[in-house]
């Protein structure tokens, strides 16, 4: 079975510009959790979605978004971008939300200059 | 590689030897544990998990342990070897469906 998949793994963008990230789960998984990856704080969770709706939110502002699709194919959009932005942003899925072990993809490394 | 952590702390073993991994949490009603391991460019890799019914979990020479008394777990890797070496993450499951990480431990392997 196929894991996680992220498009695209590399991106550079400059300030003020906004970001959409992708991710494919797991052929079955529902549940898509992101999380962005730090060296100075470490991995924080930003949202999770299950069957198209939002289920759980960090602490990130307003401009991170997310969505799911009916395939639960997941994007993830942050917008006016800042310069600490600039993270690996990871996705990870799950067969359904709850107590469930979450499988990564390898991540997006996002650089913001 | 991509850096996960500039001042993780680190331990370095013998090729053979055994590791013990240490992780506090936070949360004394959280009530499941995974452990991953995260090599240089990749995410993070499942190990093993443990929920909070449980002292012990054994996977293949993998062992956690759960201390809820004192909010501690231990990841134990029998024979340690090279293709060990990575930073590996205790996880507590917080609020909802969202995970809390530690900030991680470098194990370094010696041949």
């Known amino acids: 079975k196929a894991g996680v998949t992220q498009t695209p793994r590399y991106l550079i963008k400059t300030r003020g510009q906004q970001v959409t990230l992708s991710c494919s789960p797991i052929?079955?998984?529902?549940?898509v959790s992101w999380y962005q990856q730090t060296p100075g704080q470490g991995l924080q969770f930003l949202f999770e979605?299950?069957?198209?709706?939002?289920?759980n939110k960090g602490n990130f502002p307003g401009r991170f978004s997310g969505r799911q699709f009916s395939n639960s194919r997941s994007e993830m959009n942050v917008s006016t971008l800042e310069l600490g932005d600039s993270a690996l942003y990871l996705c990870?899925?799950?067969?359904?939300?709850?107590?469930?072990?979450?499988?990564f993809g390898p991540g997006t490394r996002l650089l913001v200059l | 590689g991509e850096s996960v952590g500039l001042h993780l702390p680190t331990l370095s073993v013998q090729e053979g030897d055994n590791s013990i991994i240490n992780c506090a949490y936070s949360?004394?009603?959280?009530?499941?544990f995974i452990w991953y391991k995260q090599e240089s460019g990749k995410g993070p890799q499942f190990i093993i998990d443990?929920?909070?019914?449980?002292d012990k979990r054994q996977g293949q020479r993998v062992t956690v342990l759960l201390n809820k008394t004192v909010k501690h777990l231990s990841l134990q890797i029998a024979a340690t070897q090279p293709g060990d070496s990575a930073v590996y993450f205790c996880?507590?499951?917080?609020?909802?469906?969202?995970?809390?990480f530690g900030k991680g431990t470098r194990l370094l392997v010696k041949p």
């Open positions: 990870a899925s799950s067969f359904r939300t709850g107590v469930e072990t979450q499988y």
């Open positions: 949360n004394s009603a959280s009530d499941y």
């Open positions: 443990i929920r909070s019914n449980m």
């Open positions: 996880a507590e499951k917080g609020q909802g469906f969202s995970f809390i």
């Open positions: 979605y299950f069957s198209e709706t939002q289920r």
């Open positions: 052929s079955g998984h529902r549940s």
